[in-house]
């Protein structure tokens, strides 16, 4: 076996411990070449797509590749800022974010994010984070609902990636949190901020993104969790049973997926009169193309030209306090037995340079 150059391991280093924040990936730019190298490895992955590969190659290599590559860049470009990639843009900000709260909590934890598809990859990161001085590593994949399609893919990114690694660090793996109830919280929370704004809807539409049916059938639990987070959010906001529903976004591909569908379903909904629906994404962390594309626009234009009279995306969670802090609340709890507390002098100097921040982003803000 080959394995991967890594530091020589010294006596007495003191060795530290890291988060890292998983998500999905983005291209690196909204091109047609950029989206092309993204999609044959997001589509490649025997997680996500499990039709015979010799099939399969063929249908990805001459039939998605050459004519979505174009299509799917337009789409990235309508919804890509000057920072770039919003998924990549808020994950980072949702790392950096993470690691303040982890030290005012008391924790002295590396804070790093990667991706599964594209960059920063997470082998790449997982790399440094060895050459850190990291031995204590924990994985927080960015989907609070498990399937095999996303979570799973990350687990296999890292056991892959360590298949190649003498010596290991000390691995804990997080698999979910869909009805943590901060998670919960901080949903309920961004709900009633837009509701405060915006006043209430005829219907709140909780949209998933959708996964074959067969998986279900074969046991992936991903159609339940689903379930359980919008019961329970319902629960939260006080919500009665006709007062929301549960769709399932970005079907591909002619197999049956998880019902119901939520393009259909809102069409359905302006043709029965329903004249404003609320559509939130419970299950993505960070805004990107299936939320502000596929529903911020091509679900709305196709909600209003069918009858409906208004149409609001709630954000997804993005940098929301709220959220931050159910993520240390979640990071927190997989710490437990691992030496990560500052000491007492530690402390209190992360606690003054915290002032010191606060200080002066009051101060810059005032001047502005």
Same mark, same amino acid.
């Given at each position: 076996m080959t394995f991967r150059k890594?530091?020589?391991?010294?006596?007495?280093?003191? /060795?530290?411990?890291?988060?890292?924040?998983?998500?999905?990936?983005?291209?690196?730019?909204?091109?047609?070449?950029? @989206?092309?190298?993204?999609?044959?490895?997001?589509?490649?992955?025997?997680?996500?797509? =499990?039709?015979?590969?010799?099939?399969? %190659?063929?249908?990805?290599?001459?039939?998605?590749?050459?004519?979505?590559?174009?299509?799917?860049?337009? #789409?990235?470009?309508?919804?890509?800022?000057?920072?770039?990639?919003?998924?990549?843009?808020?994950? =980072? #900000?949702?790392?950096? *974010?993470?690691?303040?709260?982890?030290?005012?909590?008391?924790?002295?934890?590396?804070?790093a994010y990667g991706m599964r598809?594209?960059?920063?990859?997470?082998?790449?990161?997982?790399?440094?984070?060895?050459?850190?001085?990291?031995?204590?590593?924990?994985?927080?994949?960015?989907?609070?609902?498990?399937?095999?399609?996303?979570?799973?893919?990350?687990?296999?990114? @890292?056991?892959?990636?360590?298949?190649?690694?003498?010596?290991?660090?000390?691995?804990? /793996?997080?698999?979910?949190?869909?009805?943590?109830?901060?998670?919960?919280? &901080?949903?309920?929370?961004?709900?009633? &901020?837009? %509701?405060?704004? +915006?006043?209430?809807?005829?219907?709140?539409?909780?949209?998933?993104?959708?996964?074959?049916?067969?998986?279900?059938?074969?046991?992936?639990?991903?159609?339940?969790?689903?379930?359980?987070?919008?019961?329970?959010?319902?629960?939260?906001?006080?919500?009665?049973?006709?007062?929301?529903?549960?769709?399932?976004?970005?079907?591909?591909? #002619?197999?049956? %997926?998880?019902?119901?569908?939520?393009?259909?379903?809102?069409?359905?909904?302006?043709?029965?009169?329903?004249?404003?629906?609320?559509?939130?994404?419970?299950?993505?962390?960070?805004?990107? *193309?299936?939320? *502000?594309?596929?529903?911020?626009?091509?679900?709305?234009?196709?909600?209003?030209?069918?009858g409906g009279k208004e149409f609001?995306?709630?954000?997804?969670? +993005?940098?929301?306090?709220? %959220?931050? +802090?159910?993520?240390?609340?979640?990071?927190?709890?997989?710490?437990?037995?691992?030496?990560?507390?500052?000491?007492?002098?530690?402390?209190?100097?992360? #606690?003054?340079?915290?002032?010191?921040?606060? +200080?002066?982003?009051?101060?810059?803000?005032?001047?502005?």
């Open positions: 890594e530091p020589p391991f010294t006596h007495g280093a003191t /060795l530290k411990t890291a988060v890292v924040l998983v998500n999905l990936g983005t291209p690196d730019a909204p091109t047609a070449s950029a @989206v092309r190298r993204y999609l044959k490895q997001f589509l490649s992955d025997t997680r996500v797509v =499990e039709i015979p590969r010799i099939i399969w %190659w063929c249908i990805l290599h001459w039939i998605i590749l050459p004519f979505r590559s174009s299509k799917s860049a337009q #789409k990235y470009a309508s919804i890509w800022t000057n920072e770039g990639s919003p998924l990549k843009v808020n994950t =980072e #900000k949702q790392s950096m *974010l993470l690691r303040g709260y982890l030290g005012q909590r008391g924790h002295k934890v590396e804070v598809y594209g960059n920063p990859s997470l082998s790449s990161v997982l790399d440094k984070l060895k050459v850190d001085g990291c031995d204590r590593i924990l994985i927080l994949p960015a989907y609070p609902q498990y399937s095999a399609t996303t979570t799973a893919s990350i687990f296999d990114a @890292v056991f892959s990636h360590y298949a190649q690694i003498r010596n290991i660090p000390e691995l804990r /793996l997080v698999k979910n949190y869909h009805d943590h109830e901060a998670y919960i919280q &901080a949903l309920k929370e961004s709900v009633l &901020a837009h %509701w405060e704004m +915006n006043g209430l809807p005829d219907k709140l539409v909780m949209s998933f993104h959708g996964v074959p049916k067969r998986t279900l059938l074969l046991g992936d639990p991903y159609h339940c969790e689903c379930y359980k987070t919008a019961r329970l959010l319902a629960h939260a906001l006080d919500l009665s049973q006709d007062q929301y529903m549960v769709t399932f976004q970005s079907r591909f591909g #002619k197999a049956e %997926w998880l019902q119901p569908y939520t393009a259909p379903t809102l069409e359905k909904l302006a043709k029965q009169g329903i004249g404003r629906v609320d559509v939130m994404c419970p299950g993505f962390t960070s805004d990107c *193309l299936e939320t *502000l594309e596929e529903i911020g626009i091509e679900a709305k234009a196709d909600f209003l030209k069918a609001y995306l709630i954000p997804c969670l +993005n940098q929301s306090p709220a %959220w931050i +802090n159910a993520l240390a609340m979640l990071v927190e709890e997989q710490l437990i037995g691992w030496p990560t507390r500052l000491s007492v002098s530690e402390l209190a100097e992360q #606690k003054a340079q915290a002032v010191v921040q606060k +200080n002066e982003a009051i101060r810059i803000g005032a001047v502005s």
